[in-house]
């Protein structure tokens, strides 16, 4: 059984609560908040026993083995840090760390803790969708580019047009578009394809100095990459994988609900609409898998390529931005 902790007590939180408590490995047992009263309004509402407004005391605990981050991005190194420090394993919310630098010296702990597991909450590589997508390229002869889209108006863009900066558009708490929905699509195109030799990437900057919106190209030897996504805008465009005559059809790069298959023949086949109520529970029953058992071969297969892919993903991600040159407060 795996103790959980528990740090953010957003709707992404509760969530991730409400998956694991579909799932027979997992328990809340902790809930980190800032104030009390957040905390045990948190652990009433999903019945964890403690709760805790100390970060040191609270990875001091012995009452959970395994922490679930989702603080604001620029706040998730120090708790990842002192999360592995205390023998816990982490699951971060994505984007795992805001730059390489974090990314390389988190390794370096990882590698001084090897019981200690992490895993970057990339939900949308963990969905039976996804394995569907994997599935169809690997059986097509050629590939000649790809098209990936994200975007979603965000409630808290009302915000920034007000004069206002919440977390996600802030420069110092790592945010941006790029850093949010764009991190799903980097992880289509990097778990798909891996990683590019050159990338680009045209922001469009909001007032607080972050990328509202953007176009990312990836370059690849054979073929370029294409990943829109927005949080200041809307989109139903689909998705696409392209071969020569045929297709993959995916309906969105983030939240994938069916993808389908177009032959040479044009005809067009559905491969993948497996949806379930929560979008976290196949990346909650993966992690739990490998957490349960460590020294299975291919539990230990499977998390040396997630923790590669979520150090290849920070490196897009880090220089897309750097092309860009959106730099956040205290780089
Ligand atoms: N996988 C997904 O589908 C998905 C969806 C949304 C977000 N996310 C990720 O989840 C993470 C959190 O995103 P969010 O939009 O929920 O962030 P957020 O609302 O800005 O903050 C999340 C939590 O962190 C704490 N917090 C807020 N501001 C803080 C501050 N200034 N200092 C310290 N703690 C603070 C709050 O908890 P307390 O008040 O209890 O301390 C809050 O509930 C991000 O990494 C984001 O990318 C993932």
């Known amino acids: 059984m795996i103790k959980l902790g528990v740090i953010g007590t957003n709707w992404i939180t509760q969530q991730f609560v409400e998956a694991i408590q579909t799932l027979q490995e997992y328990e809340l047992t902790t809930v980190y908040s800032r104030k009390i009263e957040t905390a045990e309004e948190f652990a009433t509402r999903n019945g964890a026993k403690n709760t805790v407004t100390d970060l040191e005391q ?58 200690v597991k992490f895993f970057e909450a990339a939900r949308n590589i963990h969905t039976a969708n996804f394995h569907a997508i994997e599935k169809q390229v690997n059986e097509m002869d050629t590939i000649s ?31 941006g578009a790029l850093q949010d929905l764009g991190v799903y699509t980097v992880y289509d195109a990097v778990t798909l394809f891996g990683l590019p030799d050159e990338v680009a990437y045209f922001p469009k900057l909001v007032n607080t100095g972050v990328d509202g919106k953007g176009t990312a190209v990836l370059k690849y030897v054979e073929f370029v990459v294409t990943l829109n996504f927005s949080k200041m805008s809307n989109s139903e465009m689909t998705s696409e994988i392209a071969g020569l005559k045929d297709f993959i059809e995916i309906d969105d790069a983030g939240e994938i609900t069916e993808v389908s298959y177009h032959n040479d023949e044009s005809k067009r086949t559905v491969i993948g609409n497996k949806n379930l109520d929560n979008p976290m529970l196949e990346e909650a029953a993966d992690f739990a898998k490998v957490i349960l058992a460590p020294d299975d071969v291919d539990n230990q297969k499977l998390y040396r390529y997630w923790n590669q892919l979520s150090i290849n993903v920070n490196k897009v991600l880090y220089n897309l931005r750097q092309d860009a040159n959106i730099v956040f407060v205290n780089e």
């Open 58 to 115: 609270f990875f001091n605990s012995d009452d959970f083995d395994t922490v679930y981050i989702a603080s604001p991005n620029s706040l998730h190194f120090e708790q990842a840090k002192l999360a592995v420090e205390n023998g816990k394993n982490v699951i971060i919310e994505k984007p795992a760390f805001s730059n390489q630098r974090q990314m390389a010296q988190f390794q370096e702990i990882l590698a001084a803790h090897p019981e």
């Open 145 to 175: 580019g790809a098209e990936f889209t994200y975007s979603k108006y965000s409630s808290r863009y009302d915000k920034v047009l007000a004069g206002e900066e919440p977390n996600v558009f802030s420069l110092k708490y790592a945010g």
